[in-house]
């Protein structure tokens, strides 16, 4: 997304959470070329400490894309897409990773917690039941030749 935003011609900037940053990967990226277009920040994605830290990073910048990639849980993902969607300013993005978990074979991933019916997009659909600030924006999907996102691409319409 750094690179995007370099793209672009604006001041994005690519925030990363994830809960546990390893060394050599936190040095790869500050020792980037495009460094000064990302921030890290260690921590579960839901813990109020953690987004507290994204909310002073991102202050009102925009554009935003949120990317929300970690557990597939339908329940933690639903809780992200309540934390982060204030984030996203109109005509901005949250895109959900991995919603094609919901097509594919019950138990096709073993002992991960996330399957058919409790992933990132039963997750997108109960958020936008109570939600119409965003709707799912099918265009994108679309345009890519594959994509593990379907009905993932939410934009902020209101």
């Known amino acids: ?21 390893r060394p050599h990967n936190r040095d790869s990226i500050e020792s980037h070329k495009l460094a000064s277009r990302i921030e890290l920040v260690e921590g579960s994605s839901i813990d109020a400490a953690t987004v507290e830290s994204v909310r002073n990073i ?9 990317n929300l990639d970690s557990m597939h849980t339908h329940d933690h993902v639903l809780e992200e897409l ?5 984030f996203v300013p109109l005509g901005s993005y949250i895109v959900v ?11 096709f991933y073993g002992d991960r917690p996330w399957d058919v019916g409790n992933n990132p997009k039963t ?9 119409s600030d965003f709707e799912i924006d099918k265009s994108i999907a ?8 379907h009905d993932g691409y939410l934009k902020r319409v209101k």
Do not use: Q
Not at 58 to 66: K, S
Not at 123 to 131: G, H, M, T
């Open 142 to 149: 679309g345009k890519l030749v594959a994509t593990c996102n």
């Open 97 to 107: 990773s991995d919603t094609m978990i919901e097509e594919m074979p019950k138990g």
């Open 123 to 131: 997750a997108v659909y109960e958020i936008l039941k109570d939600n």
């Open 82 to 86: 309540k934390l982060y969607s204030s």
């Open 1 to 21: 997304f750094a690179s995007l935003f370099v793209l672009f011609g604006d001041d994005g900037l690519g925030v990363g959470v994830d809960i546990d940053i």
């Open 58 to 66: 991102v202050g009102d910048r925009g554009p935003v894309i949120v």
